[in-house]
């Protein structure tokens, strides 16, 4: 099954936005930086990682049963 059939199936796309959350969750409360440019950055990568699974989630639930 190649990736382009895999991002049809709506089960992957909700365990790829699932998964997103988590990773940027964890990171968000994990990650130390520092006070200059790394609070910016974290925020810039959990705000990525949230888009990302607010993006698939959605798209999941706009797909078909199959």
Do not use: W, Y
């Amino acid at each position: 099954m190649s990736l382009q059939e895999r991002l049809k199936d709506r089960n992957t796309l909700v365990r790829i936005g699932l998964v997103c959350l988590v990773i940027g969750n964890l990171l968000h409360l994990l990650a130390r930086p520092t006070p200059a440019f790394g609070q910016g950055l974290i925020d810039g990568v959990f705000g990525l990682f949230t888009g990302l699974a607010i993006g698939c989630l959605l798209m999941s639930l706009r797909r078909k049963e199959s």
